[in-house]
């Protein structure tokens, strides 16, 4: 079992820059592929970005590609998500998630443990 806790949201301009964090515990982070989620006001949770276990590999969705970059650090036990270009549509809870399968998910329902999440504002 993992505990994910993210940090990093706040308050940011369009077009300004945030970098979330999650901290994982225990000592198989890498076996865990990690990936980003998003929930804005009144819609569904939805995929952002995804790494593999190694790092190896990322997946992006279409709204967030050439904007955002996610990175682990294995030894830290840690993924970061490096949001430029900020807009207001962007504007969300984010949630960090991990899973232990094969390959790289991008559903929510693929992932087994997630934390309890971040609000990012992005004002016009």
């Known amino acids: 079992q993992v505990q994910l806790v993210e940090s990093g949201g706040g308050l940011v301009q369009a077009g300004g820059s945030l970098r979330l964090s999650c901290a994982a515990s225990g000592r198989t982070f890498s076996s865990y592929n990690m990936g980003w989620f998003r929930q804005a006001p009144g819609k569904e949770r939805g995929f952002v970005a995804a790494i593999a276990k190694s790092g190896g590999s990322t997946k992006y969705a279409d709204s967030v590609k050439g904007r955002f970059t996610i990175s682990r650090d294995n030894a830290k036990n840690t993924v970061y998500l490096q949001m430029n270009s900020l807009k207001p549509e962007d504007t969300a809870v984010y949630y960090c998630?991990?899973?232990?399968?094969?390959?790289?998910?991008?559903?929510?329902?693929?992932?087994?443990?997630w934390g309890q999440g971040t609000q990012v504002t992005v004002s016009s």
């Open positions: 998630a991990a899973d232990r399968t094969i390959w790289v998910p991008t559903t929510e329902l693929a992932y087994d443990y």
